[in-house]
T-cell receptor
Framework: SAVISQKPSRDICQRGTSLTIQCQVDSQVTMMFWYRQQPGQSLTLIAT?????????ESGFVIDKFPISRPNLTFSTLTVSNMSPEDSSIYLC????????FGEGSRLTVL | EDKVVQSPLSLVVHEGDTVTLNCSYEVTNFRSLLWYKQEKKAPTFLFMLTSSGIEKKSGRLSSILDKKELSSILNITATQTGDSAIYLCAVSGNTGKLIFGQGTTLQVKP
């Protein structure tokens, strides 16, 4: 199993600003992912965070908008850049350790 | 394109009822199918299924995979108000990435 700490748990942000979400895992994991869940929607994979190299982004997501860092096997950050109200979502960090475990999520509201 | 479809999208039942949630999928190099329960923010893991015909059970919840039909069902017997949640089905291929369905919103009324 894996215990994932994610912060902030929630934030209210102004349009045009950027916010960085942190994800800390209690053990070393190879596969770490970032998901987004827009209001009333299911989870959509943003990217796979690769340790020591650039993240692998899914269709519709780009590095300029969602830069990701993965400095080691226990930590990753996701930045939501130049936010707009459409970015209001829950952002979830997840790791593959047998099954997929999720952090508690970061609920962002963009005004 | 890989996809996961769940049905129904929403369901309202009364305590004590039995419900069956459906999940069908199309994915390249299927590896596993997972069920999650989401009440507030983070989904919590329920089951992982990799082999056809083997039922997994946890209390009042059970699930089974049919690889021939590319589908799975999640059964909840004797439902309780605490079962009210969104139930998510997700499928992975050999990349380890999960593709999620739209979810089924279950409301259990007293």
């Amino acid at each position: 199993s894996a215990v994932i700490s994610q912060k902030p748990s929630r934030d209210i942000c102004q349009r045009g600003t950027s916010l960085t979400i942190q994800c800390q895992v209690d053990s070393q994991v190879t596969m770490m992912f970032w998901y987004r869940q827009q209001p009333g929607q299911s989870l959509t994979l943003i990217a796979t965070a690769n340790q020591g190299s650039e993240a692998t982004y899914e269709s519709g997501f780009v590095i300029d908008k969602f830069p990701i860092s993965r400095p080691n096997l226990t930590f990753s950050t996701l930045t939501v850049s130049n936010m707009s109200p459409e970015d209001s979502s829950i952002y979830l960090c997840s790791v593959l350790a047998g099954e997929l475990f999720f952090g508690e999520g970061s609920r962002l509201t963009v005004l | 394109e890989d996809k996961v479809v769940q049905s129904p999208l929403s369901l309202v039942v009364h305590e004590g009822d039995t419900v069956t949630l459906n999940c069908s999928y199309e994915v390249t190099n299927f590896r596993s199918l997972l069920w999650y329960k989401q009440e507030k923010k983070a989904p919590t893991f329920l089951f992982m299924l990799t082999s056809s015909g083997i039922e997994k059970k946890s209390g009042r919840l059970s699930s089974i995979l049919d690889k021939k039909e590319l589908s799975s069902i999640l059964n909840i017997t004797a439902t309780q108000t605490g079962d009210s949640a969104i139930y998510l089905c997700a499928v992975s291929g050999n990349t380890g990435k999960l593709i999620f369905g739209q979810g089924t919103t279950l409301q259990v009324k007293p």
